[in-house]
């Protein structure tokens, strides 16, 4: 079974303060994770996938395979920043695509 | 390219009432998953189609089922509504393994 869990249900920093969104995660095989955002009133959007390892809006995440997380950072937030943060699970290489996610975090960015 | 579009946008319909929702996948894509998002459950996954056929099936009653087109869109059918079945109700496209899902804007069912 996979599981994704995210402790944070709310997340509050001021601007410029560093944040860290945490996920962990539990799957026997190779996973697949990645970053979703929601902002307000608008469709999920994927954030990050860590097969890229790219950077996006200033984001980063690392798979951490020994401690299975795979935690979202980001230097100097933005209050732009505010939104719903989702991490989710795929199992790689698998015949079908299928999304596990974490409950979310909201994050907070306060002026 | 134009996103996911899932119609309609919103549902009211009565317990016991069924009801069917579509989506268009993005041009191209041939994997189709739909997911239910409520406030107590979050985001649940429901099914995978690739290819007019199911690859994966969540932990639903047998009342949602879905099917995908030749086209490669999708529609999604739950039957005998029950109370619990208000949620908004997610479709996503995939282009292959590693690309992500690109999901569309969601069809708020709400069972009255």
């Known amino acids: 079974a996979q599981r994704v869990t995210q402790p944070e249900k709310l997340l509050s920093v001021f601007k410029g303060a560093p944040v860290e969104l945490k996920c962990n995660y539990s799957?026997?095989?190779?996973?697949?994770l990645f970053w979703y955002v929601q902002y307000s009133r608008q469709r999920l959007q994927l954030l990050l996938r860590?097969?890229s390892r790219e950077s996006i809006k200033g984001f980063t995440a690392d798979l951490n395979k020994g401690e299975t997380s795979f935690h979202l950072k980001k230097p100097f937030a933005q209050e732009e920043d505010s939104a719903m943060y989702y991490c989710?699970?795929?199992?790689?290489?698998?015949?079908?695509?299928?999304?596990?996610f974490g409950g979310g975090t909201r994050l907070m960015v306060k002026p | 390219k134009a996103g996911v579009t899932q119609t309609p946008r919103y549902l009211i319909k009565t317990r016991g009432q069924q009801v069917t929702l579509s989506c268009s996948p993005i041009?191209?894509?041939?994997?189709v998953s739909w997911y239910q998002q409520t406030p107590g459950q979050g985001l649940q996954f429901l099914f995978e189609?690739?290819?007019?056929?199911?690859?994966n099936k969540g932990n639903f009653p047998g009342r949602f089922s879905g099917r995908q087109f030749s086209n490669s869109r999708s529609e999604m059918n739950v039957s005998t509504l029950e109370l619990g079945d208000s949620a908004l109700y997610l479709c996503?496209?995939?282009?292959?393994?590693?690309?992500?899902?690109?999901f569309g804007s969601g069809t708020r069912l709400t069972v009255v």
């Open positions: 996503a496209s995939s282009g292959g393994t590693g690309y992500g899902y690109t």
């Open positions: 799957y026997s095989g190779s996973p697949e």
């Open positions: 860590h097969i």
């Open positions: 989710a699970l795929s199992g790689l290489g698998n015949a079908g695509n299928m999304l596990t």
């Open positions: 041009s191209g894509h041939r994997s």
């Open positions: 189609y690739f290819s007019e056929t199911q690859r």
